[in-house]
């Protein structure tokens, strides 16, 4: 905060707020808050009905309970922040996270306040994750892993995306999930795999067709997001140059992941592979994004980004081909920067086969990527 030049900041319930107080809050029509000043100064607004929560807080601030009457919060506002009313205080929020609620709320107790962005400082806490954080993500990819090839398993031709879908979503909790997850499972098939964010459907995958599949689990608070992609049954030879261009985009792009590079590099490197097999023009997103307590976080792999790749930082490489009207292949990993270069923290092979096929290999590929032979 000193160094941002920032005289406090202020929360409302989201990953931020847990990772610095350990206070889970869902949003809802009752506001929030977390203010710290620069000095360690912490200030909790919230409703009474949560105040049994901050039994668990790892933050000793000072409360402010609110009743059920909305006319009375704002009153409740002015009160926590009466001796900083009239001060002309920089104060950081998270733009992406902030509602025009808490907003209100609190631009009226500090009118003389100017409210500024921090979410890099923000990210910069969050970005480099430690061993135990690890751990969790570790695990997330491992129940994720587990549910997949228990949901593969049970899939039979002419099931429908939703249906399919359905059934991962038990296996993931039935295998450890924590009941948040990373995002509803991406369940597509046939040409709606060309559609990076399709969502489960009620269309019927047929034999040979290419069926895709975006999860993940939530383990202690922390996710995972994977991508793979299977044939129902042999394929019809229509998608295998683009799932092998995607494949070794995917390779590349982590296998040169190391501390040193920037996050630019490393969508180059994916990128570079797509371009020159003819494909560039279907690649339609960035090659990946932070993983951690959210879903989409710091660091993003972006084109041009020069953010430079330190030990603790975790994302994904999940380069794809989405052709119209054909289909899509994506391949996404879990991807956490070490001293001496990467770890992936998914290690489901990447190979696009019948799932009879995928299934009967799993070991003997396990190996492979395990050894690197």
Not at 91 to 116: D, I, T
Not at 148 to 173: D, F, R
């Amino acid at each position: 905060m000193t160094a941002a030049e920032l005289d406090a900041v202020v929360l409302n319930p989201g990953a931020t707020m847990r990772y610095l107080s350990g206070l889970e809050f869902h949003l809802m029509e009752r506001p929030v808050v977390l203010f710290v000043t620069k000095d360690g100064d912490a200030r909790m607004i919230l409703p009474i009905l949560e105040a049994a929560k901050l039994d668990s807080s790892k933050v000793a601030a000072k409360t402010s309970l609110f009743g059920d009457d909305p006319s009375s919060w704002q009153g409740v506002f002015n009160q926590a922040l009466a001796d900083l009313c009239g001060k002309t205080l920089r104060v950081g929020v998270e733009s992406g996270r902030l509602r025009y609620l808490e907003y209100a709320f609190l631009k009226n107790a500090l009118p003389e306040a100017q409210f500024s962005d921090a979410g890099s400082v923000f990210a910069g806490l969050r970005m480099s994750k430690d061993a135990e954080e690890l751990n969790r993500m570790r695990k997330a990819a491992q129940i994720a892993e587990k549910a997949l090839i228990s949901t593969l398993k049970l899939i039979q031709p002419g099931q429908s995306e939703k249906e399919i879908a359905s059934e991962l979503l038990v296996q993931l909790y039935r295998h450890g999930s924590d009941q948040e997850l990373p995002f509803a499972p991406i369940v597509s098939s046939g040409p709606n795999s060309a559609n990076p964010h399709a969502s489960p459907s009620d269309r019927r995958v047929g034999r040979g067709e290419l069926l895709l599949f975006d999860w993940g689990a939530g383990f202690e608070g922390y996710f995972s997001d994977i991508t793979r992609c299977f044939y129902i049954g042999e394929d019809d030879g229509s998608m295998q140059t683009i799932a092998a261009t995607v494949q070794r985009a995917n390779h590349y792009a982590v296998s040169q992941v190391k501390p040193g590079l920037t996050a630019g590099d490393v969508d180059a490197i994916a990128r570079q592979e797509i371009r020159e097999s003819g494909f560039g023009e279907y690649f339609t997103h960035r090659t990946g994004h932070g993983l951690g307590m959210e879903t989409h976080e710091a660091p993003y792999i972006f084109d041009g980004n020069p953010l430079v790749l330190e030990p603790g930082m975790v994302f994904t490489v999940e380069p794809g081909i989405y052709v119209p009207g054909l289909g899509g292949v994506r391949i996404e990993d879990d991807v956490a920067v070490t001293t001496e270069g990467f770890i992936s923290l998914s290690t489901l092979p990447r190979e696009v086969l019948s799932i009879e096929r995928y299934l009967a290999n799993l070991d003997t590929m396990r190996l492979w990527y395990e050894t690197g032979l």
